[in-house]
């Protein structure tokens, strides 16, 4: 009977609920959906109960029940034979209805081999771990002794191998006193275990790096905190920074994509060891954030990653990489750019592209795809990304997913909401209006088929897309050069249908003022309960204003931006240069301005609470103006005789003056303009109502 077949992988230590989520990991997904083994083909024997009779000629297989056991009693007890092949018969109960601890030999000596790999949890103090250490150590060095000295005889070096196997193993209790991570360090263990991710066994090098992803997992600090959170808590955390930090200055990254490189996942170990690697890569990224950037620049995962990606069978290492690669970029602005570098937009593009017609198969499959798209907006937060993902057709594909009304649908709008955002996504919202995106746009604006939506997809939320498409139109009323175009047919899509979009527009607007009102009620009553004064209340405020925003007054604002953008357009749609009756100073008051003044009188309100609105949401943008005055000052000196918004855009048939080398901004110059921007977007419209 092959044990170790069967007890190959060793139990877990006992982690905190309620911590990160798992994912399914290759080899759970096969238990999970593989049949029970039976006695039978665990043991090689069949697991009988004789009839009692004691005649070998009639013994026949039978079923115990409840009956057997009164025929048993009636005939002056049960025999022997029901007992033959279970340990500790003597050990009965009773009413003789329980005899022993119930287990076959066989199964004695399975539960015996498990207490063996698996002892009871037991706590460690220095000594215990510098032993454990160097039992770890010895057998590293017996194993390269015998390889060295018998290289080409495996069967002489194997049983060193099998005891490094266990001393691996036993290193996994050190994840109950995380304090003791420095030890290793200390005593240069960490360059022993990876040394073993180089060995010429390549299952010794898969166990290395599922002890490394044990010992890193941020679980492990729950351990032990029964006794003093606190001082625990803290010590077992800077235990495991020392700890990540050693394996980082070791070279454990390029350690690990080389594994990922060499595994193979054909072959069940392998698959499992490269899940083992991409969890470590998760924990580092959980225990430090700045960890991201640094595995991103001195490794190749990331190249690895989205080759792994371009494998078209889907499993829970696809699923895996996914997940990590929007861990990866959701953090860091210099991981966002290297994907744009290697062309990861276009890939990423590429691996959507399959869900644009059809669902996901499985939950799983569901979350690989939502990685993707959340991989995809994290990225377009850069205005390189978000050329490239202007040349891939990036901004087709969505309006395609829209339009074939799939699952896919509910993510793209969120894309198009990241990618047309901000000045640098001026020229996706003109190829947005180009290719008759403004239909579909105001298609979904209006509810169309959305009951049908929600009915086909239970992870749909209706609040939540509403406030991308907001996003959207704020954008385009925002970026779209004025008397242009493309910004006019913007404008005509809510004077259509006699102003049907505008009074939607003015619907969603009433329904976010009443939950920033209910939030403020809340806030009022939460005050006078707890009794607060008005410092007090002034220390909650920047708190309350967080929660104001979350509330709705975000998106009310972005509502209100709109409709005066809408009200400053001072034409006649139907005819420009007559005059109107409603005329107000030195201007004509356009057709909607006016509609607009009379929708809200309808709900008893005026321009003046939109006026309001906006110049609160004004005095509370912060802008480094010195900073943002530098940055334009830059760019105009590059710009020369060119427009400056052709040198913010930097589009691909804008050329650099030969004798004028361009300037690059850095991160907080263009965060700066880009604020000052907003602010003055803002009072520009302010003076046109």
Aim: proline share 3%.
């Amino acid at each position: 009977m092959d044990i170790d077949s069967i007890f190959k992988t060793p139990t877990a230590p006992a982690t905190k609920g309620g911590a990160k989520r798992k994912l399914v990991s290759p080899e759970e997904m096969y238990r999970k959906n593989a049949r029970h083994v039976s006695y039978e083909e665990l043991t090689g024997r069949s697991f009988d109960v004789p009839n009692g009779e004691g005649s070998s000629s009639e013994k026949k297989k039978r079923t115990v029940s409840v009956e057997d056991d009164e025929d048993d009693s009636m005939a002056g007890g049960p025999s022997r034979g029901r007992y033959e092949g279970v340990a500790n018969p003597e050990e009965e109960e009773e009413d003789d209805r329980f005899f022993g601890d119930g287990l076959t030999s066989d199964q004695k000596d399975i539960l015996d081999y498990v207490d063996e790999i698996d002892p009871e949890e037991e706590r460690f103090d220095i000594s215990a771990v510098r032993k454990m250490i160097l039992k770890f150590e010895k057998a590293i060095n017996k194993n390269q002794e015998m390889r060295v000295k018998y290289p080409d005889d495996p069967a002489k070096f194997v049983e060193s191998e099998t005891d490094l196997d266990e001393e691996i193993k036993h290193l996994m209790a050190m994840t109950q006193a995380p304090q003791h991570y420095p030890v290793l360090v200390e005593l240069n263990t960490v360059t022993s275990i990876l040394s073993l991710l180089t060995h010429e066994n390549p299952d010794i090098a898969i166990d290395a790096i599922e002890l490394l992803k044990e010992l890193t997992d941020e679980e492990v600090l729950s351990v032990g905190l029964d006794e003093d959170e606190e001082v625990a808590g803290s010590e077992g955390e800077a235990g495991m920074k020392v700890f990540v930090e050693a394996l980082v200055d070791q070279g454990l990254l390029d350690l690990l994509v080389q594994n990922l490189e060499r595994l193979d996942e054909e072959e069940a170990n392998d698959r499992q060891g490269v899940f083992n690697a991409l969890a470590i890569f998760e924990n580092m990224t959980s225990i430090n954030v700045a960890l991201a950037e640094t595995i991103v620049a001195k490794s190749k995962l990331l190249p690895w990653m989205m080759k792994r990606l371009k494998v078209k069978a889907f499993d829970s290492n696809k699923q895996y990489c996914s997940e990590l690669l929007a861990i990866l970029l959701q953090s860091s602005s210099d991981n966002r750019k290297a994907l744009g570098k290697m062309g990861g937009i276009d890939d990423l593009l590429q691996f959507l592209a399959v869900y644009k017609r059809k669902d996901p198969k499985d939950p799983d499959e569901i979350e690989m795809m939502e990685n993707m798209f959340d991989g995809l907006c994290s990225a377009l937060a850069e205005k390189e990304n978000k050329q490239l993902f202007l040349e891939g057709e990036g901004i087709e594909l969505m309006v395609i997913m829209i339009k074939e009304k799939k699952m896919a649908r509910i993510r793209a709008v969120k894309v198009l909401d990241y990618a047309l955002s901000t000045k640098s996504g001026t020229a996706n919202c003109l190829r947005f209006v180009e290719i008759m995106g403004l239909k579909t746009l105001f298609s979904i604006f209006s509810k169309k088929g959305l009951d049908k939506l929600k009915k086909a997809y239970k992870s749909f939320s209706e609040v939540e897309e509403e406030e991308h498409i907001i996003g959207i139109l704020a954008s385009l009323v925002r970026n779209l050069p004025l008397e242009s175009g493309h910004r006019l047919r913007v404008v005509r899509k809510f004077v259509e249908d006699d102003y049907a979009k505008l009074e939607r527009l003015l619907d969603l607007r009433e329904g976010y003022e009443a939950r920033v009102k209910a939030f403020n009620e809340r806030v009022e009553n939460e005050n006078k309960e707890l009794g607060l004064d008005e410092s007090e209340i002034a220390e909650e405020e920047p708190v309350r204003a967080l929660g104001r925003l979350d509330a709705g007054l975000y998106v009310m604002q972005l509502i209100d931006l709109i409709l005066a953008h809408l009200c400053a357009e001072n034409l006649d749609l139907e005819e420009k240069d007559e005059k109107k009756e409603g005329e107000r100073g030195e201007r004509d008051e356009s057709e909607i301005k006016e509609r607009v003044r009379t929708l809200l009188n309808r709900r008893g309100q005026s321009l003046d609470d939109i006026k309001d609105n906006l110049k609160a949401y004004v005095d509370g943008l912060e802008v480094d103006t010195a900073l943002a005055e530098e940055a334009r000052t830059k760019l105009l000196s590059q710009a020369g005789s060119r427009p400056l918004n052709d040198v913010m855009l930097k589009g691909k048939d804008t050329e650099m003056s030969p004798d004028k080398p361009e300037t690059e901004l850095t991160q907080e110059e263009e965060t700066a303009l880009e604020a000052l921007e907003a602010k003055e977007f803002v009072q520009y419209v302010l003076e046109l109502l």
